[in-house]
């Protein structure tokens, strides 16, 4: 199993970016998959995960609104959709997919439930 993340780049403030994770080897496995991001001097931190089926979706507070997060399991491919950038979202985004054991926010946003993390995608918002 391996996760490749991509899609960053640079945007301007109130820009939008969609991330992709391509995931190889998740085909109806049961892995749940979630977005973390990281900025510079600060720890990592959950932004979205999606349930294995697509059924269920959970957001960090402050992106809800902002961020979509869906999968398309034929290719598996989970993205990340970002819209309203400001450059307080600037960080390296991270996908990690792990086997689904629990469905819920609480779960998801522990790193620790995470099998496998790709490798991290640059977003750089500016003012």
């Known amino acids: 199993v391996q996760l490749q993340a991509s899609g960053g780049g640079l945007v301007q403030a109130g820009g939008s970016l969609k991330l992709s994770c391509a995931a190889s080897?998740?085909?109806?496995?049961?892995?749940?998959v979630s977005w973390f991001r990281q900025a510079p001097g600060k720890e990592r931190e959950f932004v979205a995960a999606?349930?294995?089926?697509?059924?269920?979706?959970y957001y960090r507070s402050i992106v809800k609104g902002r961020f979509t997060i869906s999968r398309d399991s034929a290719n598996d491919t989970v993205y990340l959709q970002m819209n309203n950038l400001s450059p307080a979202y600037t960080a390296v985004y991270f996908c990690?997919?792990?086997?689904?054991?629990?469905?819920?926010?609480?779960?998801?946003?522990?790193?620790?439930?995470?099998?496998?993390w790709g490798q991290g995608t640059l977003v750089t918002v500016s003012s």
């Open positions: 999606i349930s294995w089926r697509g059924r269920n979706t």
């Open positions: 990690a997919g792990g086997h689904q054991t629990y469905d819920s926010l609480s779960y998801y946003e522990l790193p620790a439930v995470y099998d496998y």
């Open positions: 080897g998740f085909a109806n496995r049961g892995y749940a």
